[in-house]
């Protein structure tokens, strides 16, 4: 069984100062919800969205999952690394969710973002060209999305991801990533990849004013956010 791989990177060749140009954008409403499991989130009024400011922890827990080993079903972490993610991770970072759970995770009223509402999020907050793929919005947008001090009050994590990987012929779980990269579901598919299903996320490095617009497999297990339009 692979370690949680838990590493710091700075992402320095990527890093960006904060951008005075960038429109100052402050919350005009917050409130809660509660997920189905019973998990209270705070959310905040941004333009005209409303966006929860924590990662969402319903779902399968991530220390719950098991695979095949050849012979049967096991658990896909060690004891070791399931009371890791649970005192460690989870706590902090929420659940990283498959897919078609991070489509069902949401709250009545809220949903999982489309890569448009992502879209809208990023030209509130001063981005240029946000239909691009890739780094865009290297000015800053980034950190308005992670850090505290720019008002936006999101707190986008980097709480990294899980995949399936193979070893030996079967397939293991490995989290990795963490206080590197955060990646966080869209509910948009990508419909030009035809080998495998695809969606678009987000993702945003640990010290760098940047967000990456991409397409992966929905193999993967990734953050979760959730919005809705403002009321």
Known sequence: MK??????VCCAALAACKDDNLPSIIPSARGTVTDDKGNTYNWVRIGNQDWTT??????????????????????????TQQKDFAENYYP?????????????????GWR???????????????????????????????????EAGYGTELGL?????????PVYGWMELELDYVKEYGYYWTSTID???TDAETAYFRKLCFG???????????????SVRWVRDAR
């Open 208 to 222: 760098q004013g940047g967000v990456e617009r991409q397409c992966g497999k929905t193999d993967r297990l990734l």
């Open 54 to 79: 924590s990662n969402a922890k319903n779902g399968t827990n991530v220390a719950e999952l098991t695979y095949y080993d050849g012979f049967g079903y096991v658990d896909a972490f060690s004891e």
């Open 157 to 165: 994590q980097i709480g990294g991801s899980c995949a399936w990987k």
């Open 3 to 8: 370690k949680i791989i838990i590493s710091l």
């Open 191 to 193: 419909p030009s990849y």
């Open 112 to 146: 999982l973002p489309s890569d448009e509402d992502w879209q809208i999020l990023e030209r509130t907050l001063g981005m240029d060209h946000t239909a691009d793929k890739g780094w865009r919005g290297t000015d800053g947008v980034g950190f308005k999305m992670q």
């Open 92 to 108: 902090f970072y929420g659940n990283l969710l498959s897919f078609e759970e991070a489509k069902a995770s949401a709250p009545e």
